[in-house]
């Protein structure tokens, strides 16, 4: 194994896993072998309210049919509030995040638009906190570019000041926000290359910049196409459309293999272990990358 690889796929348990999940999940598997690395599995279940009952279970049930073969024990974010709470502790003491009051409909109310919803003006940055409001946590921002090299999309350039705000890092629900729960896993997991959907990309910048604050390194990313519904629209495991049979995996493998623009499998592939020695080969990102004059140039399922 080339320890310098570690990659990893990171599903929510909201519902089944479903075709867009199967993309994601093997373009970043097959990557990882491609590059004779290590692959981990992590369910990202730090949102336990969204969280339903038995998706955990199924979704480990349908990568194992399709294949996957996972290093390590399986991550679970439900197991690491202690490392969000040490991490927001270690940002506060630096005075790099401060309390905030505000309620969506305040914010509402005087931010403008951004490039991934309202930017938070900066309300509470000089409230020092006193009260018995709820509070979320804000990550103070700095008016310095952050650019991503995404490995299929090219650069990514974010002023996170004027383009995001100060934005959340935990919740005032008291749940850890996924912008901050997601970098500290990466680092606790040695992460190197996070292989994902496209609709993370413009939250990378964000991911990047916390990792700057907690001095943690950074991984290479790679965001592929979404697979839409036929009105546009991402599917999701939430909305139950587009389920999966483990019943029958190959087709399924083939279906995402064509989608990631991969050359086709040879004859015969008969089962999963075949399709992944042939994948681990023959695997090239950039095809994708090739491809990126329309991206992102997504089918509808």
Not at 156 to 176: C, H, K, S, W, Y
């Amino acid at each position: 194994m080339n320890s310098r690889y570690v990659g990893r796929f990171a599903p929510s348990p909201t519902g089944e896993l479903h075709f867009g999940s199967l993309v994601a999940a093997v373009a970043s598997y097959a990557d990882a072998k491609h590059h004779n690395g290590a692959w981990l599995l992590r369910i990202d279940d730090v949102d336990q309210p969204r969280s339903i009952d038995g998706s955990s279970e199924s979704i480990v049930t349908a990568l194992e049919a399709f294949g996957f073969h996972w290093d390590g024990p399986i991550r679970r974010q439900s197991e690491r509030q202690h490392h969000y709470q040490d991490a927001i502790a270690d940002l506060r003491n630096r005075s790099l995040a401060y309390p905030c009051r505000c309620s969506r409909r305040q914010i509402g109310k005087t931010a403008r638009q951004g490039v991934e919803g309202l930017v938070y003006p900066g309300t509470c940055r000089n409230w020092q906190g006193t009260g018995d409001e709820q509070t979320s946590i804000r990550l103070l921002t700095s008016d310095t570019e952050v650019t991503v090299i995404d490995r299929i999309a090219g650069d990514i350039t974010q002023n996170l000041e004027t383009d995001i705000g100060d934005f959340v890092i935990f919740r005032a629900d008291g749940i850890a926000a996924y912008q901050l729960a997601v970098v500290v896993d990466d680092f606790l997991d040695n992460v190197t290359h996070v292989v994902r959907g496209a609709d993370l990309v413009l939250s990378t910048p964000r991911q990047m910049y916390l990792q700057s604050r907690l001095h943690y390194p950074t991984p290479q990313y790679a965001h592929v196409p979404l697979v839409r519904d036929r009105d546009g629209g991402k599917i999701s495991k939430s909305d139950g459309a587009h389920p999966l049979d483990p019943a029958q995996p190959l087709s399924a493998l083939k279906a995402a293999w064509q989608f990631l623009r991969q050359i086709p499998m040879p004859e015969p592939v008969q089962d999963p272990e075949l399709f992944w020695s042939h994948a681990a080969k023959t695997w090239c990102i950039d095809l994708l990358r090739d491809a990126h004059s329309a991206y992102p140039d997504e089918r509808t399922a």
